[in-house]
Each structure stands twice: as structure tokens, then as C-alpha cells.
């Protein structure tokens, strides 16, 4: 008898909640002051109860300059304030993303279309701060805070390794659970054109959704114990400095060691401070190739080469999703993908978006299935075209897996990496 196909297949029965569930909607204010400047560290306590659906994590929160004067804020806007983010889960730190605005950044490019970003301008705070001025295309990136004083408002995604979770994290049955985010320098917030006097963070909320089944479903996990997995997956970054006048082949040694890495990213940084410098990545020299080595293998196995740049463009789709992936969007355009040298002309409203990255993983399944940096370091290869003409700051982004391991029974959490 053959079977009916599944759009047809009346006969499935629709499974019901506990009764007792309900959703909770969190917004919980730091722990740690309420009004932030460079340096500041803004801590976030999630309540232990429920489950976190990872997915609704979001920061809101505004920026304040006492004088704007045309200042321009470099990168995202909504996530240039900070530099590093780190997870601790009682007082064990289990991620830790360094250069998180540059990373996050990057990652706004390579998923978000340009329509996205259209639509988000008013959460991720592009374009001007001149509501009646005139919107372009070229203002999905960076931002101006014109006049003698100015507020921005924010609200955007907060991407961790608890966003990022397969499954609902039982925050019930779990230690405390803290989020840190460290504010950066003016000087890396805003480029030189125009420096603020000072740039304060205020009215942050963090909000995410709880949602409770009851006493009788939470015991019915504790009992799958002794020990229950969850996968995720996070970012890690590092940066190295090419130095000016550097030509033919140059390896870069990075130090980051996970089991399973998805994908790896470099950002090779611009020098002029008018510009995104190490939110930005250009070419380093024109006809340059790159490559990196894991475990004396080379990916690509041909290396990228900048002379054929929409090839360099796949493995940087493929890097993030599959290259077949309609809904696989960026929003770089020809002419941020084009810029050579590191004194490249690129601004904060026209960054530099030639990244180099590509896949690791050995097959796209729910599986770890990345490559393995534990025994290793990792090399960029880069051979140049010619001489580079000033410092370039490159930062390294490695994708990988992680797995929570939470102990029921000792009420502990291990984030295996």
C-alpha cells in the first residue's frame, strides 16, 4: 500500500502543550551600572527558571554624544560600541568573542540582503541621524550623527553561543547564567574625520522569551540525565598585523584550537583612520591569492585568487550557507568588493567588503563535521602581487561547533569546543 503524501496526510493527530505552559517575555536591565562609556563592562543576569528560547535574544539600548558634529560611526552601528562579549555560566567563562563588532559586522554583510538592511535601519541605526534626510542605497552602512548633540537608538540581535542553541536551553536546570559586553574606544567606534568628546550608553535592555512547561516537564528532563547535549555554535576571532612593505608570500600564524570548525574568515584591514580599518577587509594587493593551512592541509585546495574575484565570491557564499541558496543573501556590491590595497579609498558609508573566507566542513549535516584545529595551529597564506603600502590589522574568524554538556545531577555546565 503505498502512502499518502504528507501535504494530503489528514490523519496526523496535532499534539498538545502541557496546560499549564506559558511564555514569559524577559527584559532584564545590567547589573552593573546604567550608564556606560569606554572600557565600561555591562553585565546581564538571566533569570534560572524555564527554558530560553534561543532565538528571541536581543540588546536595546541607546548612544548619546554630547557633540555630534558629523562624527561617523564606523561598521554596524547598532554593535560598533562593542568589542568583546563573553558567556559565563556560574563563574566558568564559556564564550568569549573578541573584536565582536567587527565580527557581528561581517556577519550583518554576509546575511542580510539589501532589502534586510532597508528594513532594519531604524533598529541597526544606518544612514544619517538627520530624519528628514534623503535615504540611498549607500547608506546601509556606517552611520553620520549630525548637529551639536544626538541620541541614537539600538536594538538588535545578541549573537552568542546560547542564541545560537538547536534546542530550548533549560536555564532551570542550570547555574547562573551571566552576559558581558565590553564597550570599545571612540577611536574604533568613530573614524578620525570627527572625534566625539564622548560617546555614553544608556536605558540597555536585554530581552528574551522563557517559556515554562511546568514542574512535571522539567522533571521529565532531569530524568533523561545524568547528562543532556545541546549543540550550538559560536565565533572566534584573532588578529595578526601585516606589516607595510610586505611582499611575496606571507604566513600568518593564528593560535585557535576547536574540534569542529565550520567555516574561517579573514578580514584584511584598511590603514587610513578616515576609513572602517579593521571593520573593513580589502584586497591586500591586486593579483594576491589566499589560502589557509589546518594539519598541513590547504583550503581551498587551489587558493583563492583576487584576480578572479567572482570566484572569490562563492567560496564566501559558500563559506555561510550553501552557494544554491536563494535565501543565502549578502549585501556587498561590486564596488566594495573591489578595492585593492590596504590605503584603499573605502569610507565608513563605503567600507572595503572583500572577505576571504570558506567552508571547512566534511558534509552539511546536524552533526560535528568541521575540521579540527585541537592539535594545530592555523596558517593564512597569502601570496602578494606586490608590496604593501601601510599596516593592515587581519582578523581571523573561525565558525565552530560547540556542544553544552549540562550535568543534572552536579548542577554544572561544560562547553565543549
Not at 19 to 38: K, Q, Y
Not at 103 to 118: A, P, R
Not at 281 to 308: E, M
Request: aromatic share 8%; net charge negative; hydrophobic share 40%.
Amino acid at each position: 500500500m503505498s502512502a499518502l503524501p504528507s501535504a494530503i496526510n489528514y490523519g496526523q493527530g496535532m499534539s498538545a502543550l502541557p496546560e499549564n505552559t506559558r511564555v514569559i517575555d524577559v527584559a532584564i536591565n545590567p547589573t552593573s551600572g546604567s550608564s556606560f562609556t569606554s572600557g565600561s563592562q555591562i553585565s546581564f543576569d538571566l533569570i534560572s527558571r524555564g527554558f530560553l528560547i534561543p532565538d528571541s535574544l536581543f540588546l536595546a539600548y541607546k548612544g548619546t554624544v554630547a557633540s555630534a558634529g558629523n562624527a561617523q560611526m564606523r561598521g554596524c552601528p547598532a554593535y560598533s560600541s562593542f568589542n568583546n562579549l563573553t558567556v559565563q555560566v556560574g563563574s566558568q567563562t564559556i564564550d568569549s568573542q573578541n573584536s565582536y563588532n567587527a565580527v557581528m559586522t561581517m556577519l550583518t554583510n554576509l546575511t542580510l540582503s539589501v532589502s534586510e538592511k532597508y528594513g532594519l535601519m531604524s533598529a541597526y541605526a544606518y544612514g544619517s541621524s538627520d530624519p528628514t534626510a534623503t535615504v540611498a542605497l549607500e547608506d546601509l552602512d556606517g552611520a553620520l550623527l549630525v548637529g551639536v548633540a544626538q541620541a541614537l537608538t539600538f536594538a538588535v540581535p545578541l549573537t552568542c553561543v546560547l542564541s545560537n542553541c538547536e534546542k530550548l536551553l533549560p536555564l532551570f536546570a542550570m547555574p547562573q547564567v551571566r552576559v558581558n559586553l565590553t564597550v570599545d574606544s571612540i577611536s574604533n567606534i568613530f573614524t578620525s574625520a570627527v572625534v566625539p568628546t564622548a560617546w555614553t550608553l544608556s536605558n540597555l535592555t536585554l530581552h528574551y522569551k522563557v517559556i515554562v512547561f511546568g514542574d512535571e516537564v522539567e522533571n521529565m528532563v532531569r530524568s533523561m540525565g545524568p547528562v543532556l547535549s545541546i549543540k550550538s555554535q559560536s565565533f572566534g576571532a584573532s588578529s595578526q598585523t601585516l606589516t607595510s612593505g610586505a611582499s611575496g608570500s606571507q604566513e600568518l600564524i593564528y593560535n585557535m584550537r576547536y574540534a569542529s570548525c565550520k567555516s574561517v574568515f579573514c578580514l584584511n584591514g584598511t590603514s587610513a583612520t578616515t576609513s572602517g580599518t579593521f571593520f573593513d577587509s580589502c584586497n591586500l594587493k591586486a593579483n594576491t591569492t589566499y589560502a589557509f593551512v589546518i594539519g598541513g592541509i590547504q583550503y581551498p585546495q587551489r587558493p583563492i585568487d583576487s584576480a578572479v574575484r567572482a570566484q572569490a565570491l562563492m567560496y564566501l557564499k559558500g563559506a555561510v550557507g550553501s552557494v544554491f541558496d536563494r535565501t543565502n543573501s549578502h549585501s556587498i556590491n561590486k564596488y566594495e568588493f573591489s578595492f585593492d590595497d590596504v590605503d584603499c579609498s573605502s569610507t565608513y558609508k563605503i567600507p572595503a567588503k572583500f572577505i576571504v573566507g570558506t567552508s571547512l566542513e566534511k558534509l552539511d549535516s546536524g552533526m560535528l563535521t568541521g575540521i579540527s584545529t585541537q592539535n594545530s595551529p592555523i596558517t593564512y597564506r597569502i601570496s602578494l602581487g606586490g608590496a604593501t603600502d601601510a599596516n593592515s590589522t587581519i582578523t581571523m574568524i573561525m565558525n565552530y561547533d560547540a556542544v553544552f554538556e549540562i550535568d543534572l545531577v552536579n548542577n554544572q555546565v561544560v562547553l565543549r569546543t
